[in-house]
């Protein structure tokens, strides 16, 4: 029976494997805020309300805003959302502010110290309500709360004039921080809001699975993109090399799916080797059921030899294990003398009493050569006296 004394070590290996598996499951994959995607920080729901107040959504990369970029043509009632403006380059920034001046609303989200949301999080965490507070935006003055699970907010600076703002009611001091600001800026509007995820799916309802009920998210959204003929949603990327905190593992170029195959091959390996370097319990001396063959005995004295170290000493220990296996067989009491013993094995075999006394007691062999010749001697003395069933 397999030892159980290293079973712990690979019931915490599978364990660890397990933890590991759900980690990479729950992290999620793909790229955040994409109007097509359900995933819980997609922007499925959202573009599906507008979609229900006649507003077309639609995607463009925001290289398209780069100075020597294609550009992109918006009427004066269009929208444009940037779901994470630190993502951008100034040139970038300066080409939707003007975009502004000519009449359209761009909307820009997390504007500064944005972080990326586990999954797990965004579906489980119950809602982060913040008060509408003292709202100055007239189309949102008359909701209640909007859920904020990525505690964003929009320092307030003193001093600038017609900057309006809603959903004030932090435990700070009232009015010094927003979720949502608005200003005029040239013919069109440049909004703020806090975190994007103020619009993922998960978000519109939060902690759904277990009853969560929804917040003003969504009529957020309507109350500044309703009123629009398009809006266009803009994927954001952070910077070649980098990432949201300034770091880039390798390991997340790698699809989540491949993540997952690798750690199959690797738990996989490590059950392998931990079965074959388990032993099957305890060492067990059994005796040959078949005749050793020549090499086999050979090899049998070679070790005998190593582990006596000399010829004498091996000799010795063959006799006394194949003297003590005959008395015990043969019924002799304990501490009878040699001539007792070689007379009792002589009388079950076709030898003398004397070529008996002097296999099992007689001087040690020469050599190697000699300890092989007696080790084949006492097999062949022992099946005879033991194997060798009677005749009837």
Known sequence: MRSRTPVWVGLLALLGVVALVLALGSRGAGEPFLIDSSSPDGYRAVSLVLA??????????????????SGVELAPSDAVVVPVAEWLEPEQ????????????????????????IEHSVLTRTPAVPVRVGMCTVPALASLEAVDDVAHGSIDLVDGLEGLQRCFTGFDGPAGRAAVVTAEAVGSGRLVGLASPYVWANARLQPDKERGGEPLDNAAVAVGLLGGSGRVVFVRTAP???????????????????????????????????????????????????????GSELVEAVGGLLRRHGSVPLAAGALREREVAELSRRLGIPPGAGQQAVASAVAARSSRSGAEVHSLLFGTP?????????????????HSEVLDVQPTT
């Open 52 to 69: 229900d107040h006649g507003v077309v959504s639609t995607t463009v990369d925001q290289s398209v805003f780069d100075p020597e970029g």
């Open 93 to 116: 920034l300066a080409a939707l502010r003007a975009l502004a001046e000519r009449g359209a609303t761009v909307v820009l989200a997390a504007q500064d110290g944005f972080s990326l």
């Open 239 to 293: 910077g070649a090399g980098g990432s949201p905190d300034g770091t880039r593992n390798p390991l997340g170029l790698l699809p989540v799916n491949v993540e997952l195959a690798l750690v199959q091959l690797a738990a996989a390996f490590v059950v392998y080797a931990w079965w074959r370097g388990t032993r099957l319990g305890r060492p067990v001396a059994e005796k040959a059921v078949v005749d050793v063959a």
């Open 365 to 381: 062999p020469d050599g190697p050569e000699g300890l092989v010749s007696l080790c084949g001697e006492l097999d062949r003395l």
